[in-house]
């Protein structure tokens, strides 16, 4: 637990865990899966008590509760859980909170790996689901008429930056008896905290910025102490147990989350604005661009717009393809939130495995790019996509 909402996340980031710091200045790792008793009495209250960590591996660990409580300071949530991975923490949620006969409402554009928990996984199970895109709010009143039990958000959207209203969407699916769990991975606590816009529970995959170094899978949920708590009952039998030495990693992440996510923030605006002026290449999608859909929402529900844009190669297919291979600075991998400039073509990464909602007009263009930007100086990486995008002209004439 934290007592640290008087200060600011950079500060919560390093210090939200002191009460739990013993000695050493950075905390041991402890890898041990199970933990000693003295008496028969200490057992069975290590064994019975809420959060426990000092009983058996996939109840806690001390380095499971430190990070835990880092990730709840920064969300400003009570508590927080990790899990293995983010497809574990929103699995967990929920199996958690649904039984068969319920219904969810989900937003359209969200990770495919959530569309698919909803769309197969919990459909197996007797959960049913809408999907509609949740950037316009119009459409849920009507799906809420169905009495829903999770509405699942996730903004900004990937890979078209969506942005939904937080406090709009919880204080509607309120007003119906839901409950809001937000995916903040792509805004991270530093650019926007959920649950104070309303949400009842934020969850991240942590693989992403809060790890921030592609080196660690992990995954958080956070919100009120009962709520995580019953969260945590189901992760017991579920098992997406995190590793001692990855939660000690993804502690290690956070520390610099603050200013790790300034320099995403400013290194997406500069490329967003080269792109936005560049002849070869047509719409842009940030939020940070004020002719974004959502822009005005997104300046007011977050404070910084993040380090994932993408846009689309007038070239197509070939230009799109031409300028990952001459970037220098951007490797094309899946996944963002890392410290390296990452660079996919949406198109090939997700085929069609993605229903995307043809209404919305948003299918992925074959020459639609993005870039998870990383925290490579600046004028470096806008030196690297001018030369990048020149090496295009010859594809872009082609089209
Ligand atoms: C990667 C990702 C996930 C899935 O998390 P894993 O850590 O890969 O299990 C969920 N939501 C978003 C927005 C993601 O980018």
């Known amino acids: 637990m934290t007592n640290s909402s008087k200060h600011e996340p950079g500060t919560q980031a390093i210090h939200a865990d002191d009460a739990s710091r013993q000695g050493a200045v950075v905390a041991p ?60 923490a929103v699995t967990t949620v929920a199996l958690a909170l649904l039984k068969a006969g319920d219904h969810v409402v989900a937003q359209t554009s969200i990770y495919p790996g959530t569309t698919a928990l909803v769309a197969n996984l919990l459909a197996r199970f007797g959960v049913t689901a809408t999907t509609i895109d949740l950037t316009d709010l119009a459409g849920l009143d009507d799906a809420l008429s169905t009495p829903t039990r999770l509405v699942l958000v996730e903004t900004p959207s990937n890979p078209f930056l969506g942005v939904v209203d937080v406090a709009a969407v919880s204080h509607l699916a309120h007003q119906h008896g839901a409950t809001v769990l937000v995916d903040n991975t792509i805004a991270t606590p530093i650019n926007q905290r959920p649950l104070e816009l309303g949400a009842d529970l934020v969850w991240h995959s942590a693989t992403k910025y809060l790890g921030g170094h592609s080196d660690v899978s992990a995954g958080v949920v956070a919100g009120r102490s009962d709520v995580i708590e019953e969260i945590w009952r189901t992760h017991l039998v579920v098992g997406s147990v995190l590793g001692p030495f990855d939660a000690w990693l993804l502690l290690r992440g956070l520390r610099t989350l603050d200013v790790r996510m300034a320099r995403h923030n400013d290194n997406a605006t500069a490329l967003a604005r080269l792109l936005c002026d560049h002849d070869l290449v047509g719409p842009v999608y940030y939020p940070g661009l004020s002719d974004h859909p959502q822009h005005e929402l997104a300046a007011s529900q977050m404070s910084g717009f993040g380090g994932l844009l993408s ?7 070939a230009a799109a393809d031409r300028l990952l291979d001459t970037l220098t600075l951007s490797t094309r991998a899946a996944s963002l939130g890392s410290v390296h400039t990452l660079g996919t073509r949406p198109a090939v990464m997700w085929g069609d495995t993605r229903n995307y909602d043809a209404a919305a007009s948003e299918a992925v263009a074959p020459g639609l790019v993005r870039l998870a930007v990383g925290i490579e100086a600046t004028k470096d990486l806008v030196e690297d996509l001018e030369h990048g995008l020149d090496a295009c002209r010859d594809e872009a004439a082609g089209s």
């Open 29 to 88: 790792i402890s890898q041990a899966t199970t933990f000693a008793a003295a008496t028969d009495a200490a057992f069975l209250d290590a064994a019975t008590k809420s959060f426990t960590d000092d009983f058996y591996i996939r109840y806690g660990t001390p380095n499971h509760t430190q990070v835990a409580d880092v990730v709840a300071a920064l969300e400003g949530a009570d508590r927080a859980l990790v899990t293995a991975g983010g497809m574990g």
């Open 311 to 317: 846009f689309e190669m007038r070239g197509g297919a």
